[in-house]
């Protein structure tokens, strides 16, 4: 079972709902037999290396609220993020371009450090108020993965990986993805926002059901059996039963 991710390194709802599938992932009983991709997304292209000012001052001019009501959102945010074991400190937070940072996560695919380069990253801005925007950051954090700090550092001088990047993002809009996080299930089955653990259990599920038919084969023709407190049914060719319900965006 393939399951693709979309989502972004600055997005607060990206890092929940990255918790709550690693949960629903965690009870579903299939789950070594899962390969997960991460795909990348970027909220605002247009957005600089690095945003001047703090991270509430951009939420006042992007969404046009109240200073009042940018901090209300965030301890909202924070709140949440704690009842997935995360420390979310957004006040530290230093929002910038994300799309070195994603080339990054495909630079560590390469080097089946996907998973490992996804947390980190994300851990970085949310928990450590560290510039994902800065190329000298990027080094750090990809050293920090095991890779070569000066092959990172020519990565990002060059560009590598954009292709990757651009490729993921042109997926996204043909799938009709316009938030994230977004999970893919075989390309069947998707899942939009940070849904609970019990929504994304239930897609892996499904999907798992739908691409593992249960086969009943036939022994024989006749009456049915009926012995104690059941009856057999006689069946004269194969039985296929198969959950089509998807779960849907």
Not at 24 to 38: G, S
Not at 181 to 193: C, K, L, M, Q
Request: aromatic share 6%; hydrophobic share 45%.
């Amino acid at each position: 079972m393939k399951v693709e991710i979309w989502s972004d390194i600055v997005c607060p709802w990206c890092y929940i709902g990255k918790r709550r599938f690693e949960s629903a992932l965690a009870r579903f009983k299939h789950r070594d037999q899962v390969e997960i991709v991460w795909r990348s997304f970027e909220l605002d292209p247009n957005s600089p290396r690095q945003v001047a000012g703090t991270l509430n001052s951009m939420i006042e001019k992007k969404l046009g609220v109240s200073p009042a009501q940018a901090v209300a959102m965030h301890v909202q945010l924070t709140e949440l993020a704690a009842e997935e074991g995360l420390e979310y400190k957004l006040d530290q937070a230093k929002p910038g371009n994300t799309f070195d940072a994603h080339r990054l996560i495909h630079m560590a695919a390469a080097h089946n450090v996907q998973g490992a380069a996804k947390e980190r990253l994300l851990h970085a801005y949310f928990n450590e108020g560290l510039a994902i925007g800065d190329p000298e950051t990027l080094v750090k954090l990809g050293g920090e993965l095991g890779l070569e700090v000066d092959a990172v550092r020519a990565m990002l001088a060059s560009d590598a990986y954009a292709d990757e990047v651009r490729a993921d993002i042109q997926r996204a809009r043909t799938f009709g993805i316009r938030g994230v996080p977004f999970v893919a299930i075989d390309e069947t089955y998707g899942i939009s926002g940070a849904q609970p653990a019990d929504t994304f259990l239930d897609a892996l599920e499904k999907a798992w059901a739908a691409s593992h038919p249960l086969i009943t084969l036939g022994q024989g023709e006749g009456m049915g059996l009926c012995e104690g407190d059941h009856c057999d049914v006689p069946v004269t060719d194969s039985a296929v039963v198969r959950d089509t319900d998807a779960v849907e965006a």
